[in-house]
Structure formats: structure tokens, C-alpha cells
């Protein structure tokens, strides 16, 4: 991908999260990108993150589509308000509503590719609607509810991180 992620663009306070904060050395450290009027993120779970041989654990296919998640609905908001990922305000959002549905196993030790498509902006609120693909079949569906990073957080995080 050419373009920077959506991750990129959030502010050091706000980029620890253990699926897509770039500052988490331990966590995932995903990315998302526009693709059109989709979102998408490429992630190779490694092995360790499996429910039966061959399979990936689930937890962890609902941390992707919970992460890409509010990813999307962060490009989304600044879509929404026609300004650019790197414009202040930062916008950042937090998991409201979490819906994953399982529709077959997930094969592992491949490259998925996690896809979203907004639904709705309405106000700090985003709907996204989620699945990932694994071999050109849909795996998972998923639905995240976010909701903007009220300002209160944003303050109490700045000030314990000292940005």
C-alpha cells in the first residue's frame, strides 16, 4: 500500500491499543486503508494464535475486525468532516458495540484480508460492517458500533502520558 494507514495518524497518546497501536511493540500493529469506499487491512496471524491445528483462534479474528473497526470509523469521522487524517482535532474511536459472526473455521498461516464498509456516521457515532477473507471466502462477519474518543479521555490520557 502506497498510501499511509489510518493508524499512522494517531496521536502517541492514543496509539497503544494491543491490535492497532504502533506504539504497542507487544501487540498487533495492524493497518487500514481506504481501498475505495471499503477499508482494508492485510494481517498474517502467526502461529500462535490458534483454536484447533490449522485454524486461528477467534478471539483473535474478532480483534481484527474490532480494530479495523475503529480504524475505519477514525478515516471515516475525518471523511465526514472533509479534512485530512493529519488535521487537528486528532479523531480517534473506541469499540461501542462488538458483533462477530463465525461462519466457518479460518484457516491459519495465511495472509487474511479484513474489509469494512461504513454504514453509517451520525454525530461520534460509526456503524461498520466487517468480514474477513481467508483463501477468497468469507470467514467472519462482523459489525462494530464506535464512538469518538470523548474529550475528558482524551485530557486524562494526555496528561498521564505527559504528550
Not at 498487533?28 to 486461528?56: A, M, N, R, T
Not at 482524551?154 to 505527559?162: A, S, W, Y
Request: hydrophobic share 35%.
Amino acid at each position: 500500500m502506497r498510501q499511509r494507514h489510518v493508524q499512522s495518524f494517531y496521536p502517541d497518546h492514543l496509539a497503544h491499543c494491543f491490535g492497532c497501536g504502533r506504539l504497542n511493540d507487544e501487540g498487533h500493529q495492524i493497518k487500514s486503508y481506504w481501498d475505495g469506499e471499503e477499508s482494508v487491512c492485510l494481517f498474517k496471524p502467526e502461529p500462535k494464535y490458534i483454536s484447533i491445528p490449522g485454524y486461528v483462534y477467534g478471539g483473535m479474528l474478532a480483534s481484527l475486525i474490532d480494530c479495523h473497526g475503529t480504524a475505519t470509523a477514525a478515516a471515516a469521522g475525518y471523511r465526514a468532516e472533509r479534512r485530512p487524517m493529519d488535521s487537528q482535532p486528532a479523531l480517534r474511536y473506541l469499540t461501542a458495540s462488538l458483533h462477530v459472526d463465525y461462519l466457518k473455521p479460518t484457516p491459519s498461516g495465511i495472509t487474511l484480508q479484513v474489509r469494512g464498509r461504513v454504514q453509517e456516521v451520525r454525530g461520534r457515532k460509526v456503524v461498520v460492517q466487517e468480514w474477513i477473507i481467508a483463501n477468497g471466502e468469507i470467514t467472519v462477519r462482523g459489525l462494530v458500533v464506535a464512538t469518538q474518543v470523548p474529550d475528558s479521555l482524551v485530557l486524562e490520557l494526555l496528561q498521564r502520558t505527559g504528550d
